[in-house]
């Protein structure tokens, strides 16, 4: 006989989506990520602490599946949406948009971004996530003629958007969203500028 996968229950199904919900409340609401529980997390979604180990594993788990369901709609627009996200777009415009999406993402999301980050013990590099958005500006760089080491590149603009340095600018700094957007964007831009000397790609 084949075999099927077995689907999730629905009762651990509402349960997943109710833990997601109160962690996303709690998070947005707390002033510190790092004093946040799983414990509280339990008491706030309504489920034992049991259910939440066995659903995402640890804190960091849950933490990484938040991100994944807050981040569902720019990565839907970078893979197949329109420019100037998605792949259609010349890399000078989409370098400096995938930035922006990154940090807008993290201004918006500045609690759960920083306890992610901060979370786990491991170094940001190794992270999933991290590398996911790695690998997508390198590729795109790679597009860019007369740059010559975009994996060097990439890694130099996305420390721009590490979610300690926003909480500083914008937490601690008081600097306005609009103007770190537009400071981001003139850096990308600025490094993404193909070299007018250089040959292009065949």
Request: glycine share 6%; with cysteine.
């Amino acid at each position: 006989m084949p075999e099927y996968e077995r689907k999730p229950r629905k009762d651990a199904v509402r349960n997943r989506q109710a833990v997601l919900e109160a962690a996303d409340a709690l998070f947005a609401r707390c002033v510190s990520p790092e004093d946040l529980t799983m414990a509280d997390i339990a008491v706030a979604a309504g489920v034992g602490k049991g259910t939440l180990f066995r659903a995402f594993g640890d804190r960091a788990g849950l933490l990484r599946a938040l991100y994944e369901a807050r981040l569902e709609p720019v990565r839907e627009a970078v893979e197949s949406g329109p420019p100037p996200l998605g792949p259609a777009t010349p890399p000078q415009e989409r370098v400096p948009a995938l930035l922006d999406a990154v940090l807008c993402f993290k201004l918006d999301n500045r609690r759960l971004a920083l306890a992610l980050e901060e979370s786990g013990g491991s170094s940001l590099y190794q992270a999933e996530h991290y590398a996911r958005w790695h690998g997508l500006l390198r590729s795109v760089l790679e597009q860019v003629p007369g740059l010559t080491d975009a994996d060097f590149t990439a890694h130099a603009l996305l420390a721009a958007t590490r979610a300690d340095l926003v909480e500083r600018l914008a937490g601690q700094e008081g600097v306005p969203r609009e103007r770190l957007r537009a400071q981001l964007s003139g850096y990308a831009r600025r490094v993404a500028a193909p070299d007018p000397h250089a040959s292009r790609p065949q």
